[in-house]
């Protein structure tokens, strides 16, 4: 079992910054990929970034350029720091963890709310 614990969400106006921490607990060790997932109102859940334990990063495009993904591993947490935020942003963010294969398994925490306001 994994648990998480995600914060720093809240409500910001565009162009505003925001950093969310998602600290994952349990069977760490198995844990090859972090990351976030979002979704938007009335749209699918979708990638926005992953890390994997050797620190390479992976972004959607729509957030190339403004959001950065890292990584403690010691701590097992992954940060997700954004910038220059637009309205667009605005959905639940999800923490993501995938463990190491033979038995790659997907979990994601519980969500937490971003809004941004034009």
């Known amino acids: 079992q994994v648990h998480f614990v995600e914060s720093g969400g809240g409500l910001v106006h565009a162009g505003d910054s925001l950093r969310l921490s998602c600290t994952a607990s349990?069977?760490?060790?198995?844990?090859?990929?972090m990351g976030w997932y979002r979704q938007p109102p009335g749209k699918e859940r979708e990638l926005v970034a992953t890390?994997?334990?050797?620190?390479?990063?992976n972004y959607a495009d729509s957030v190339k350029g403004r959001f950065t993904v890292s990584r403690d591993g010691i701590e097992s947490t992954v940060y997700l720091q954004m910038n220059s935020l637009k309205p667009e942003d605005t959905a639940v963010y999800y923490c993501?963890?995938?463990?190491?294969?033979?038995?790659?398994?997907?979990?994601w925490g519980q969500g937490i709310q971003v809004t941004v306001s034009p």
């Open positions: 890390i994997t334990k050797g620190h390479v990063a």
């Open positions: 349990g069977m760490t060790a198995l844990i090859y990929l």
């Open positions: 993501y963890t995938q463990d190491y294969p033979p038995d790659p398994r997907d979990r």
